[in-house]
């Protein structure tokens, strides 16, 4: 029986990480594949996960836990899970019963068909609010086109992936890469399942906020390829000729037609829309800059500690 190992990072999950694994424990029995481990990643959880994963770890031999050294990100801690993992397929997905256990069955048998990475996508529309659900549509179209992935649309966190493939692309993967993105790099064969989505089972619903969508965006543009710097120089190339033209027109006036070049307001126009422009083709290379730095000093994509930190531990062993 083919074995699979299920990744969960954790950064909100005291009041939904007991229902998740009695859902994966009860579902394993029946699987048709062999859920060899559930491997949970603490990402510097703001809640009382680590005291959960502990108790949880404590009482089901085939749950793992990773502690990184503070928190870094969905993707990261994601990543982290992957690289200790050692099944034949891998599953990813997030801790808030958004997405069923039930459904690994079929992801998996699609990359035992023959696919590298499968997504599971929703059926209909996810149980988020009008807000997440428009940018995230919005944000995948962007991603598209920056990345010139076809199936961008249809991306999510509840995959499934050939193991060995999979623990290939997180070890070469560098700082704040985009999981996403990285696996691109290596896979040729990607499957879309539709499968049901539940309601979140979080008592304050998303852990994501406006801000971290947007960084989330921003990462995932940023590491998605090198086109929107192509599309800014392609804007300013045309927006010079567009000037020269303009030049051109108001010198020829002036010689042969006897006009005299007026207009403040529309100087001052043009000036501040080239100046926006300028501004904001700078912003967009000092992303990748960014990015350029922190891959050229060695800055890792996540750091392992032995355990729970010393502050959760200590609360931990009070309880």
């Known amino acids: 029986m083919t074995q699979v190992d299920v990744v969960v990072p954790v950064y909100q999950g005291e009041y939904v990480l ?26 510097g959880a703001i809640d009382g996960s680590a005291g959960v994963m502990t108790t949880l770890s404590a009482h089901h031999d085939w749950i793992e836990t990773v ?15 992957i690289a200790a993992s050692q099944a034949d397929v891998v599953v990813t997905m997030d801790e808030d019963g958004l997405h069923d256990p039930a459904s690994v069955d079929r992801l998996a048998a699609r990359v035992l068909a023959g696919a590298d990475l499968v997504y599971g996508t929703p059926a209909s529309p996810p149980p988020h609010g009008f807000y997440r659900n428009t940018t995230s549509r ?5 991603l598209r086109w920056s990345s010139g992935m076809p199936y961008a649309a249809d991306i999510c966190s509840f995959r499934a992936m050939d193991g060995h493939r999979a623990r290939s692309v997180v ?26 989505y539940r309601k979140e089972r979080r008592p304050d619903g998303s852990g994501y906020r406006a801000r971290s969508l947007f960084s989330h965006f921003r990462r995932l543009i940023v590491t998605a390829g090198t086109r929107p710097l192509r599309f800014i120089a392609g804007v300013g190339i045309a ?23 007026q207009g403040w307001a529309s100087v001052m126009t043009a ?6 422009l300028i501004l904001t ?6 992303e990748y800059l960014s990015v350029a730095i922190s891959l050229g000093s060695g800055r890792p994509l996540y750091v392992v500690r032995e355990g729970p930190p010393a502050s959760v531990a200590s609360r931990i062993s009070s309880e």
């Open 18 to 43: 007991d229902a998740l694994v009695e859902e994966l424990d009860d579902f394993r029995r029946d699987a048709t594949v062999d859920i060899r481990r559930l491997i949970l990643v603490w990402d």
């Open 271 to 276: 000036t501040l829309f080239l100046g926006g």
């Open 281 to 286: 083709a700078l912003g967009v290379i000092s």
């Open 171 to 196: 070890d070469q993967a560098g700082h704040d890469v985009f999981l996403d993105v990285a696996l691109s790099w290596a896979v040729s064969n990607v499957a879309i399942e539709r499968v049901d």
């Open 138 to 142: 919005l944000a995948k179209r962007v």
């Open 239 to 261: 927006t010079t000729v567009l000037a020269f033209a303009a030049l051109v027109a108001v010198v020829l006036g002036a010689v042969f037609g006897g006009q005299t070049p």
């Open 67 to 81: 502690w990184l050294a503070r928190n870094y990100g969905q993707h990261a801690a994601t990543m982290a899970g």
